[in-house]
């Protein structure tokens, strides 16, 4: 039996927490746990949106910057048509933090200068304009989620 104040499991005969000292009276006698939660404000996200100027940019480059996380404001240019976004210090997109896997995604650049990302495989998985993917072809403003890092992807 769960005690319905910290929440520790108690032999099914105990009458008080082992660790609290709660009463646990018949509470779970019924099979069944109660929870109770507690009304949060929800929390208002102000939406600040991130522009590039277009001369920062070559034609057909590519560039991320972190909106929100870690480093935000960072900006990371794709100069490769292979880059590796992760934990792991070599990466091209290094993200550090511990919600990033090391080796988390990679994004590519295809013949006609069209970008894909491609989840490695990662623990927490990746996200782009809030979908969970495993691979996805990015548009210039998408939004991509890679631990606690969002990041816009912006091309020319």
């Known amino acids: 039996m769960f005690c319905p104040v910290c929440g520790t499991n108690n032999p099914e005969d105990a009458l008080y927490c082992s660790q609290c000292g709660a009463y646990l009276g018949d509470a779970g006698q019924q099979g069944e746990t109660t929870i109770t ?7 208002v996200e102000q939406e600040e949106e991130i522009q590039v100027p277009e001369e920062e940019m070559a034609a057909g480059a590519a560039m991320l910057v972190v909106k929100r996380g870690p480093s935000a404001g960072t900006r990371f ?36 200068g069209e970008f894909r990302i491609t989840d490695m495989g990662s623990l927490n998985g990746t996200y782009v304009n809030k979908l969970r993917v495993e691979e996805a072809d990015l548009s210039s403003g998408d939004e ?12 020319k």
């Open 37 to 43: 939660l507690t009304p949060v404000e929800a929390e």
């Open 77 to 112: 240019v794709l100069t490769k048509d292979m880059n590796t976004a992760g934990r792991h210090p070599e990466s091209d997109i290094f993200l550090d933090d511990i919600t990033v896997s090391r080796r988390h995604a990679e994004i590519a650049r295809n013949v006609a």
């Open 144 to 155: 991509i989620q890679i631990g606690k890092f969002r990041l816009i992807f912006f091309c």
